[in-house]
């Protein structure tokens, strides 16, 4: 699976990725998580406002930290539908 989280890398940002990082962890998925700070790659994801986590090219949260169970709940559904 491959997480991206597109931000400044502000405390949001950082909150976002410890998510997915604990998130992925919990659920034992195999993952690669990257940071995008780039404002040009960030708006050709459509994103306006960050932070935003991506999975698998897919944006599925932008301009807010969703909660550690949210983040899961979205890296569960997306390993499933793998």
Excluded: W
Excluded at 24 to 40: F, K, N, Q, Y
């Amino acid at each position: 699976m491959d997480i991206k989280i597109l931000g400044s890398g502000c405390r949001k940002c950082i909150t976002l990725e410890e998510h997915a990082r604990n998130g992925a962890a919990e659920l034992g998925i195999d993952t690669s998580i990257e940071m995008i700070h780039d404002p040009v790659a960030i708006a050709g994801y459509g994103v306006m406002r960050t932070p935003a986590l991506v999975i698998d090219e897919q944006v599925v949260v932008a301009g807010r930290v969703p909660a550690a169970e949210e983040v899961r709940s979205l890296l569960s559904a997306a390993s499933i539908g793998r």
